[in-house]
């Protein structure tokens, strides 16, 4: 008999809580544009240009978000905050992140880990990651060393390459609390 012949109806049908842990994978990348603030992780990183969207445009939060929305099954980030809700307006990153959160504690879920990569040409973000890796843990209240942010170019490939867009990529793990 295999694996899922073994599992009972009741099982798969049973809480969250049943999971010993879930993972999820978030993503998200927005266009550079003059006279914005770059924000990444929370932290207001100097650069001559900002990311362009309806909330601060934190792609690395964004997918932080997405990671843990998708590894307790409620959706993403675009379903539970839409760009179409005023009250998201220019809303901080760390302000999403804290949401996103409380929305997967009310799941019976709390945060193990963070794994996230930056994905940009320029600046250079290694001096800003230790700042970001406490911004992150203190908004979601675990020990710094559960985060892992890490940063990449594109050897000037493709629109990230090219100065015109920034992304991040980040997996979550997430357990029963």
Known sequence: MG???????????????????????????????????????????????????????????????????????????????????????????????????????SKCFGVGNLDATIVAQEPKLAPYIPQMETVIAETIAIPVACINIKATTTEKIGVIGKGEAMAALCVALIQPT
């Not at 994978?25 to 650069?47: I, Q």
């Not at 939060?61 to 998708?70: E, F, K, P, S, V």
């Open 3 to 105: 694996l899922f012949t073994q599992v009972s109806a009741p099982f798969l049908e049973a809480s969250p809580k049943a999971a010993v842990m879930r993972i999820g994978v978030g993503y998200d990348l927005h266009r550079l544009v003059s006279g914005r603030p770059l924000m990444l992780g929370g932290v207001k990183v100097p650069h001559d240009k900002g990311l362009l969207g309806h909330s601060d445009a934190d792609v690395l939060i964004h997918a932080a978000c997405d990671a843990l929305l998708g590894a307790a099954g409620m959706g993403d980030i675009g379903r539970r905050f839409p760009d179409s809700d005023p009250a998201y307006k220019d809303i901080a990153g760390p302000k999403l992140l804290s949401q996103t959160v409380t929305m997967i504690k």
